[in-house]
């Protein structure tokens, strides 16, 4: 079965350093994606990065980047230079091409990040 | 685009009530979906439909259903609502045959059940 665990409930950091959010991937499928999406306290759900596990560079969006290790099974987020904006719940998420298809998201249970001026 | 549209924003019912989520997209994506975000979790996968007339069960399907008639809507149905379905319902879309494209959510639909 698939599972996405993320070990830090909650994670501060102050603002212009660069944090590191855990995320570990149980699958056997040979296919699959890791995402990760970002939730403030409006609410929403925002798509921050992905990383397919046939790719062979790290992922990197703008000041997110992922940090893929395929042999650990970890898939951890890492933001540069904090911003006061950049404090929400982050979800760690994955689909996989055999164990439910492209369609399915599996999520983990998210780590809440607290900037700090 | 309006993107992925969800009403209501909020609501509350009464056990045994029924009611109809609404969820509309305007991307022409194949590919929707509804989740359940229950306090301290991730999203959990309720039901999805990969293209007009046709739908799957997800994870947690049990007391929902849904229906795909057109490409733009995806409404799921509570049939009789439970305290168990006290949740926040995201509907989600995705486009792309044979990738791992992201799902774009809508704002979300709050509801509680007494």
């Known amino acids: 079965a698939q599972k996405i665990t993320q070990t830090q409930p909650g994670m501060f950091v102050q603002e212009k350093e660069a944090v590191t959010l855990d995320c570990t991937y149980d699958t056997s499928d040979p296919s699959y994606g890791l995402f990760w999406y970002k939730q403030p306290s409006s609410g929403e759900m925002i798509f921050l990065i992905y990383?397919?596990?046939?790719?062979?560079q790290n992922a990197t969006e703008g000041r997110y980047s992922l940090n893929f290790q395929k042999a650990r099974k970890s898939a951890n987020l890492v933001i540069s230079a904090s911003q006061l904006g950049d404090s929400a719940m982050y979800f760690c998420a994955m689909s996989a091409m055999f164990s439910g298809g492209y369609n399915k998201l599996i999520f983990g249970a998210g780590t809440r990040l607290a900037v700090h001026p | 685009n309006a993107g992925v549209t969800q009403t209501p924003k909020f609501q509350v019912l009464k056990t045994g009530q029924s009611m109809t989520l609404q969820c509309a997209q305007d991307m022409n994506h194949e590919y929707m979906s509804w989740y359940r975000q229950d306090p301290g979790m991730g999203l959990r996968l309720i039901h999805y439909?990969?293209?007009?007339?046709?739908?799957d069960q997800g994870e947690v399907p049990n007391g929902y259903n849904v229906s795909r008639s057109t490409t733009e809507d995806f409404p799921l149905r509570l049939l009789s609502a439970a305290p168990s379905q006290t949740s926040v319902y995201f509907c989600?879309?995705?486009?792309?045959?044979?990738?791992?494209?992201?799902?774009?959510f809508g704002p979300g639909t709050r509801l509680t059940v007494l």
């Open positions: 989600a879309s995705r486009s792309g045959q044979g990738s791992f494209n992201e799902q774009f």
């Open positions: 439909s990969v293209g007009a007339g046709i739908t």
């Open positions: 990383q397919g596990s046939y790719d062979q």
